[in-house]
């Protein structure tokens, strides 16, 4: 059983580029989230999924962002014309219905934007 | 709003010695608490749970005992390891309240010598 895959794992980007960033779930797990982490911060909830269904986007995720669940599988993060405040790192999580509510999580992809 | 508040580090240990890193919260309902840890250069891994009042989570030599009456749901090791240091974040699951994004802390560094 592989675990949570994210792709790129680093990213280097110019102010004002777009990006999209890729994240695999766990194969049998139905939710997806995405978050954002700041150095010395724990992660910041960004949006959810619910197979191909976004049902909870966060006050962060401006319009400058998107996210996508076709069919239900893997999911991108795009994010327009990019600004240095959004150099972090972004973490994918995936989850079964159910349960406690337990979260697995992916490496990160780590946007620098210079 | 859901929140969570945990120590400030970094703690400092030697070999063996007891660990505690504090943990309190603030929730609406009956939320799921979760430690997680975050090795360096590696992704978060669920350490321990707890879904009820006066649950015990645990992992790896590692506890915690969800608290209702004080919030609060300290980890605790009775004796640490060099290979214990890491970042660890208590985070928060709202699933009774139809919330299913983690709200976690900001994170406790543990540095143990040997």
């Known amino acids: 059983d592989t675990g949570v895959s994210q792709d790129p794992r680093h990213k280097i980007t110019k102010r004002g580029q777009n990006v999209t960033f890729r994240c695999d779930p766990i194969s049998e797990h139905n939710r997806l989230y995405w978050y954002r982490q700041t150095l010395g911060q724990g992660p910041e909830f960004l949006t959810y999924?619910?197979?191909?269904?976004?049902?909870?986007k966060s006050r962060l995720l401006s319009d400058r962002f998107s996210a996508e669940r076709p069919k239900g599988s893997f999911s991108t993060l795009e994010i327009q014309r990019t600004e240095q405040g959004d150099s972090a790192m972004y973490l994918c999580?995936?989850?079964?219905?159910?349960?406690?509510?337990?979260?697995?999580f992916g490496p990160g992809t780590r946007l620098t934007v210079t | 709003g859901n929140s969570v508040t945990q120590m400030e580090g970094p703690v400092t240990l030697s070999e063996e010695a007891f660990l505690t890193i504090n943990c309190t919260y603030t929730a609406t309902g009956y939320p799921s608490l979760f430690w997680y840890v975050q090795y360096p250069g590696e992704g978060l891994q669920l350490l321990l749970k707890a879904t009820k009042a006066d649950d015990k989570g645990s992992n790896k030599g590692f506890e915690a005992t969800y608290r209702k009456e004080t919030t609060s749901f300290h980890l605790e090791k009775g004796s640490v390891q060099v290979s214990d240091s890491a970042v660890y974040f208590c985070a928060l699951s709202g699933l009774d309240t139809g919330r299913r994004a983690l709200t976690f802390g900001s994170g406790t560094r543990l540095q143990v010598q040997p």
């Open positions: 999924f619910q197979n191909e269904a976004q049902l909870e």
């Open positions: 999580a995936s989850s079964l219905g159910g349960g406690a509510g337990e979260q697995y």
